[in-house]
């Protein structure tokens, strides 16, 4: 912060008078909003509260992990733990955290609107949001439920008495809240761009939830209809998946990673927008490559539909079709690694800053590389079946969804905070959570990639004493990693009221929600803006300043 | 560039020529919202195609694999009732479609008995449903519930057991066509008491034009339905 000058409207030090958080008064006026900004901060306050919930589940798990003997859980209790902490996750978190909170906050204002397409809907899946996580809620208090976050068929069918109806319609519920984000996303870009805002002006964070915003719509109703037919095979005795009436129970498998390999990119394309625009800023330099970094989004939300069936190669395809999705998985790694290189082309010769947000991006290019990287070992077929249900997998896709889009997630937060709240979080303080989590999730996550190598299965509550050092890291790497987590929300919290005043342009960056006041109104702008400019354009901006400087000097 | 920033005043809104009452403020243009809204719309078809389309994949893979099971299954719906059926949802798409003219030429009386209509074939669709599924539980032909092979005894045990396959996507996905015109005519009863105040005869026509996609879209998933579950193996033994 020191390194930078402050715009003249900064020094007064005090919040705007007029901004949405205060335009009406009472909580009815939040329950019933239209506003987007408001429905985002709705949905930050509920997805912590999950997030929280979710890593309560995750510290159980590892704690009866770090003893060889299933002492502390029952083994159907840890069962439980793991199937609520993935459920809890992905669908509560994961899949709505970046889109619904930062989507919902800027995409509209990045693009020069007022608001969404449909503010009433938005509203709608924010509700249909908390419908699911009570259905979740209440599969838990009713005992819970031990399949697994995958619901595999004939487990979730015929064999397990737990609660996998409820479990099933939270998720079907929460799917549709999913959709009509995607969908209102979609209608907002085509549609309502300010005059001047080209496709090829829009910022990378709206590009790449325009991609997400494609696969939540589209894959999200297959994984709906799946949940249907489960669930009409438990109640009725429908038999589309039954073997002993001639279904199949790996059609299942395909409806479900149809949607759910795609909803890898919906969690992760968000947060590399995210990451676009906190290395485009913290190293003062239009992204490398725009072009090909927007349309890296769509093409990981294009190849996205034609891998699922490497979640399958030990169960049953054929041969033919194991080596089609292997290769086919291959390529999802090209336009991944666009992004990663041209990042590091942004990098390279630019005015870097370490500031908060970016310490965090750098988290998420380090560990998301690395998660990657070790995706291509788990699409190569030979690796696949010496690797599969192993450790190894669990450690992989913590690497890309924790330390990739939780990341990208705790960086954008960062970010925008300023925009969001009018208020700065404390410096030093959120320097030292983004490197304790840094620290906590590579102690965690990294011994699972050799206890995985090594053999250890997943989903067991006991194991051979020999696997025990790495599971003593593990756990150890989960305390740290919990306390990088608590550090944010609580220094976050304390900013509400005695963080420093941000002004409306605290990093000096380009991009419209920065020519708003913070934080802004409700309907941001009085008057549609005109662009005619290109996104990331840091010279347009110092030029700019520069004027200004010398019309109040 | 300018972006204009709000002074503490409270501006006003400065609208330079009428709107409608239902213009909402954050759309430049009323036409602006009438894109969004019927874009919004098609979106959400194509979100429907996807829900159905996993039903359609599972019908193709497994008569591919049981076809005999399937044909023989096929032969015991009535195609009577199903043809009646098609006419029967046919005119009330019909109907629609003039709902949704009535409603651009601004015939109030025109859009809430075209809307009716529309109802009343819904509603008798649903009715000749009923008898279906009436039949098939008397025929004992509901897996799950109750089901018996007796009628397919010349295809031998296991192929036989395979016609559970078939009624259970016979009763997935008519099910889930019948839930649609549930849904689609609780939505029209609602619509029909506001036409009746003139919400739509005014120039706002976008949720009757949306419905309308959304009544047609039912219609043409059965269009599907009905020769694949019905008529495609009429030439088989």
Known sequence: ?553 | MVVTQPGDLHEEHEHEHVHLPQHRHHFETEEQQREAASFGMWLFLLTEIMFFGGLFMAYLLYRNWYNPAFVAASHTLSIKLGALNTAILITSGFCMAMAVWAAETRKRKALVNFLGLTNFFGIAFLVVKYFEYAEKWHDSHIPGLKFSIADFGKLGVDMAQKTQVYYSLYFAMTGMHALHMIIGIVLIFWYMVRANRGEFTEGYVAPIENFGLYWHFVDIVWIFLFPLLYLIDLGAK
């Not at chain 1, 209790?77 to 709505?96: A, C, D, E, W």
């Not at chain 1, 996550?445 to 051979?464: D, E, K, W």
């Open chain 1, 1 to 553: 912060m020191s390194t930078i000058v402050s715009l003249p409207d900064q020094s007064t030090a005090a919040l705007p008078k007029r901004n949405y958080l205060n335009a009406e008064h009472g909580l009815l006026s939040w329950l019933l909003t239209g506003d987007h900004k408001r429905i985002a901060m709705l949905y930050l306050i509920s997805i912590t509260g999950f997030f929280f919930l979710g890593g309560a589940f995750a510290g159980l798990v590892r704690l009866e992990l770090l003893t060889p003997a299933g002492d502390l859980l029952a083994a159907d209790t840890y069962n439980k733990m793991f199937t609520m902490h993935g459920i809890v996750m992905i669908f509560l978190f994961l899949v709505p955290s970046v889109p619904a909170t930062l989507g919902n906050f800027l995409i509209p204002i990045m693009i020069g609107a007022k608001d969404l397409a449909f503010p009433k809907i938005n509203l709608l899946s924010w509700y249909l949001y908390l419908v699911g996580g009570t259905f979740t809620l209440t599969a838990l208090v009713l005992g819970g439920v031990d399949t697994g976050w995958t619901f595999t068929t004939p487990l979730s069918t015929h064999y397990l008495n737990t609660h996998v109806i409820t479990t099933g319609l939270a998720i079907f519920v929460a799917g549709f809240s999913s959709i009509f984000t995607g969908l209102n996303f979609i209608v907002t870009i085509h549609r309502m761009r300010a005059p001047g805002m080209t496709w090829f002006r829009m910022p990378l964070f709206v590009w790449s939830n325009y991609a997400a915003s494609i696969l939540m719509v589209l894959g999200t109703p297959v994984l709906a209809i799946a949940i249907v037919l489960v669930v009409l095979e438990r109640t009725v005795g429908l038999g589309v998946f039954d073997p002993s009436k001639g279904g199949d129970p790996l059609l299942f498998q395909h409806l479900f990673w149809f949607y759910s390999h795609p909803a890898v990119y919906i969690m992760i394309l968000p947060g590399m927008g995210v990451i676009s625009e906190v290395i485009a800023n913290f190293s003062r330099k239009r992204v490398f490559g725009y072009t090909a970094v927007a349309f890296s989004s769509v093409a990981i939300a294009v190849f996205g539909f034609f891998v699922w069936a490497h979640h399958m190669f030990i169960m049953g395809v054929s041969n033919y079709s194991a080596l089609v999705f292997s290769l086919l998985t291959m390529l999802v790694a090209v336009p991944s690694a666009i992004k990663i290189f041209n990042w590091s082309a942004t990098l390279y010769k630019g005015s870097i800053t370490f500031e908060t947000p970016m310490l965090y991006a750098f988290g998420f290019i380090g560990l998301f590389t690395i998660g990657g990287l070790t995706g291509v070992f788990l699409g190569s077929l030979g690796m696949d079946i010496h690797l599969t249900e192993t450790y190894f997998i669990v450690a992989h896709f913590h690497f890309v969804m924790v330390g990739g889009m939780l990341m990208a997630f705790l960086a954008g937060i960062h970010f925008w905070w300023p925009k969001m709240t009018g208020r700065m979080y404390p410096e030093s303080l959120s320097k030292l959570a983004a490197v304790t989590t840094f620290i906590g999730f590579i102690l965690t996550f990294f011994p699972q990639f050799i206890l995985g190598y090594l053999g250890m299965p997943r989903r067991y509550h006991a194991y051979p004493a020999d696997y025990q050092v790495l599971n003593v890291l593990s756990t150890a790497g989960a305390t740290v990693l919990g306390v990088g987590y608590l550090l944010p929300i609580l220094y976050l919290a304390w900013s509400l009221k005695y963080g420093e005043i941000a002004g409306s342009n605290p990093w000096q960056a380009t991009g419209l929600e920065w020519q708003l006041q913070s934080p802004p109104v409700t309907e941001n702008f009085t008057e549609i803006p005109y662009v005619d400019y290109e996104a990331y354009d840091f010279e347009w901006l110092a030029h700019k300043q520069k004027q200004e400087v010398t019309t109040v000097g």
